[in-house]
């Protein structure tokens, strides 16, 4: 077998069948987490919750299954074109209709991957080696990239698939600008061809989906949800109560603290697994001078030795069983197990040592400490709030004092990807299982179309090198040798604190049968009643 032909079997699958599937009762599902959907727009914003609305409403050419796994969605197969590595050949599925009664064509996707492209898209990282997208037909779509790009089709399982007619109609051809509050007809209206459609929407209040009556997956899918009522219920203590109350019949983040609470419940469920997502302290190491500190004139978190001091200050044990109840793995490395690239010796994790690390501060000049801004959400990770209060106290001990600040995810965001945040928690995963995804949004310097979620600054010409050399490399062992390189520079450097990978638990109702999907985003057309 050669290389390139190991990489696509190792990466991307491209068949696969579905056995009859019957329809036992069709019913609503009263669905709640903690946080909304951050705009309808589908390239607008590359963020979990907003995937997981918008899987049910648009679908991609390859759309991750409920292990996720890569399945057919509106493309039936894909190759590389015989005699051309560089293009890749989509064979686009027939009779496909968006939920307006338009007719999916190549045209809608070569739309779709170039308004993906643009300026004000979220999502232009994981298609920046596509060099043009062509409609040979009707149903075939051909992908050119800057080279040989054998995971190509591992990116494109959130890239999804708009109308052109309808955009045209509707002025959104280009992607709304989230960061700048631009309010378009995307944002709040959708136009899809996935087995819900959008039937109202009040941001932060509810959202609501019927099934689709033209769903070109009937007979494929379980299909045994109708209506979708959507509620984010920010407050841990009320989600709780909905459920065990019975107002919501199913919540994708059950609090750890309740977890007892729940499996106890007549009539109610946990199933957890393993979220492939880890959440981490970014720090603003590459700025001559903070924003959010009080040394005046230098950057402190620029000293290697003060980031370490942090690292070692940051007891991720105390983490996973005081704030976590157990509910975590800490980790040494921004990427979980399911990644490409992950290695038993990149995720270990230094055993908290404050005493080495007021030793760190001192040598670094900064044994007196110093006060510094942490930004966090509020509303988007498990016990994100509680996990920057910990850590404040703990970086406190080394004489780095923290002014958290914790807000709605919508308002945190926003400051990470302007570059307004010094020390920030965020959360990462990595839907295409490979490494160069997180090194595109995270490691990569900040260029038009690469580096846009690093807020470390960290910014190195020949790393950044390296990272483009992935899109184009078919040797499986060269590869992976050059993303062992970069991964060794990213843990020298101590671009990023990693803390935990979290662990994921869905409370619902026990007639419901849903197995909890490793990237947290349920697929409600795979859902069953029992």
Same mark, same amino acid.
């Given at each position: 077998?050669?290389?390139?032909?190991? %990489?696509?079997?190792?990466?991307?699958?491209?068949?696969?069948?579905?056995?009859?599937?019957?329809?036992?009762?069709?019913?609503?599902?009263?669905?709640?987490?903690?946080?909304?959907?951050?705009?309808?727009?589908?390239?607008?914003?590359?963020?979990?919750?907003? !995937?997981?609305?918008?899987?049910?409403?648009?679908?991609?050419?390859?759309?991750?299954?409920?292990?996720?796994?890569?399945?057919?969605? %509106?493309?039936?197969?894909?190759?590389?074109?015989?005699?051309?590595?560089?293009?890749?050949?989509?064979?686009?599925?027939?009779?496909?209709?968006? !939920?307006? @009664?338009?007719?999916?064509?190549?045209?809608?996707?070569?739309?779709?991957?170039?308004?993906?492209?643009?300026?004000?898209?979220?999502?232009?990282?994981?298609?920046?080696?596509?060099?043009?997208?062509?409609?040979?037909?009707?149903?075939?779509?051909?992908?050119?990239?800057?080279?040989?790009?054998?995971?190509?089709?591992?990116?494109?399982?959130?890239?999804?698939?708009?109308?052109?007619?309808?955009?045209?109609?509707?002025?959104?051809?280009?992607?709304?600008?989230?960061?700048?509050?631009?309010?378009?007809?995307?944002?709040?209206?959708?136009?899809?061809? &996935?087995?819900?459609?959008?039937?109202?929407?009040?941001?932060?209040?509810?959202?609501?989906?019927?099934?689709?009556?033209?769903?070109? @997956?009937?007979?494929?899918?379980?299909?045994?949800?109708?209506?979708?009522?959507?509620?984010?219920?920010?407050?841990? =203590?009320?989600?709780?109560?909905?459920? %065990?109350?019975?107002?919501?019949?199913?919540?994708?983040?059950?609090?750890?603290?309740?977890?007892?609470?729940?499996?106890?419940?007549?009539?109610?469920?946990?199933?957890?697994?393993?979220?492939?997502?880890?959440?981490?302290? &970014?720090?603003?190491?590459?700025?001559?001078?903070?924003?959010?500190?009080?040394?005046?004139?230098?950057?402190?978190?620029?000293?290697?030795?003060?980031?370490?001091? /942090?690292?070692?200050?940051?007891?991720?044990?105390?983490?996973?069983?005081?704030?976590?109840?157990?509910?975590?793995?800490?980790?040494?490395?921004?990427?979980?197990?399911?990644?490409?690239?992950?290695?038993?010796?990149?995720?270990?994790?230094?055993?908290?040592?404050?005493?080495?690390?007021?030793?760190?501060?001192?040598?670094?000049?900064?044994?007196?400490?110093?006060?510094?801004?942490?930004?966090?959400?509020?509303?988007?990770?498990?016990?994100?709030? =509680?996990?920057?209060?910990?850590?404040?106290? /703990?970086?406190?001990?080394?004489?780095?004092?923290?002014?958290?600040?914790?807000?709605?995810?919508?308002? !945190?965001?926003?400051?990470?990807?302007?570059?307004?945040?010094?020390?920030?928690?965020?959360?990462?995963?990595?839907?295409?299982?490979?490494?160069?995804?997180?090194?595109?949004?995270?490691?990569?310097?900040?260029?038009?179309?690469?580096?846009?979620?690093?807020?470390?600054?960290?910014?190195?010409?020949?790393?950044?090198?390296?990272?483009?050399?992935?899109?184009?490399?078919?040797?499986?062992?060269?590869?992976?040798?050059?993303?062992?390189?970069?991964?060794?520079?990213?843990?020298?450097?101590?671009?990023?604190?990693?803390?935990?990978?979290?662990?994921?638990?869905?409370?619902?109702?026990?007639?419901?049968?849903?197995?909890?999907?490793?990237?947290?985003?349920? !697929?409600?057309?795979?859902?069953?009643?029992?």
């Amino acid at each position: 077998m050669s290389k390139i032909s190991k %990489l696509i079997g190792t990466l991307v699958s491209t068949t696969v069948l579905f056995g009859a599937v019957s329809v036992s009762s069709a019913e609503t599902l009263r669905w709640a987490r903690a946080g909304d959907s951050l705009t309808l727009d589908p390239h607008s914003q590359n963020e979990g919750p907003t !995937h997981a609305l918008a899987q049910q409403i648009y679908e991609p050419l390859i759309s991750p299954d409920m292990e996720a796994k890569p399945i057919p969605a %509106l493309a039936t197969e894909w190759a590389v074109k015989e005699g051309n590595p560089n293009v890749w050949v989509f064979k686009l599925r027939e009779g496909v209709k968006f !939920h307006g @009664g338009e007719d999916l064509t190549a045209e809608d996707v070569v739309f779709s991957f170039e308004r993906a492209k643009l300026e004000s898209s979220d999502m232009k990282e994981l298609i920046v080696t596509i060099k043009s997208v062509t409609a040979v037909d009707d149903f075939t779509v051909e992908i050119e990239t800057d080279g040989p790009n054998p995971i190509l089709p591992n990116n494109l399982t959130n890239l999804f698939i708009m109308d052109k007619g309808w955009a045209e109609a509707n002025n959104v051809t280009k992607p709304a600008e989230f960061d700048d509050g631009e309010e378009t007809y995307a944002v709040r209206n959708a136009n899809g061809t &996935g087995a819900f459609m959008l039937e109202s929407r009040e941001p932060d209040v509810k959202t609501v989906l019927k099934a689709n009556p033209n769903y070109w @997956g009937k007979g494929q899918f379980p299909l045994e949800v109708t209506e979708i009522v959507y509620t984010p219920i920010q407050n841990a =203590a009320t989600r709780v109560a909905a459920l %065990l109350s019975g107002e919501v019949d199913l919540i994708q983040d059950v609090p750890v603290q309740d977890l007892g609470r729940v499996q106890a419940a007549d009539g109610l469920i946990v199933n957890n697994a393993p979220q492939n997502r880890t959440i981490f302290f &970014g720090i603003n190491s590459g700025d001559t001078d903070l924003k959010n500190d009080n040394v005046e004139g230098k950057n402190p978190f620029a000293d290697l030795k003060v980031r370490q001091a /942090m690292s070692l200050a940051l007891d991720r044990d105390a983490i996973k069983q005081v704030v976590m109840r157990g509910q975590s793995a800490p980790t040494g490395v921004i990427i979980p197990p399911f990644v490409n690239g992950w290695t038993e010796a990149l995720d270990a994790y230094p055993k908290a040592d404050i005493d080495a690390a007021k030793k760190l501060m001192d040598e670094a000049g900064y044994g007196g400490g110093f006060e510094i801004t942490m930004n966090c959400p509020n509303d988007r990770y498990v016990n994100d709030e =509680a996990i920057c209060q910990a850590a404040a106290g /703990m970086f406190g001990k080394i004489g780095i004092k923290t002014n958290l600040v914790a807000q709605t995810k919508a308002n !945190h965001f926003p400051l990470i990807s302007q570059k307004e945040t010094d020390l920030y928690l965020l959360g990462w995963g990595v839907p295409t299982f490979d490494s160069e995804y997180v090194f595109n949004f995270l490691v990569h310097s900040t260029t038009d179309d690469r580096g846009s979620w690093n807020g470390s600054r960290f910014n190195n010409a020949d790393i950044d090198a390296k990272i483009q050399s992935l899109g184009s490399e078919v040797d499986l062992d060269k590869r992976n040798a050059t993303i062992a390189e970069i991964w060794k520079v990213v843990q020298d450097e101590q671009i990023y604190l990693p803390i935990h990978n979290q662990v994921l638990n869905w409370g619902m109702k026990s007639n419901i049968d849903f197995p909890v999907q490793p990237e947290d985003q349920p !697929h409600f057309k795979f859902l069953k009643f029992n």
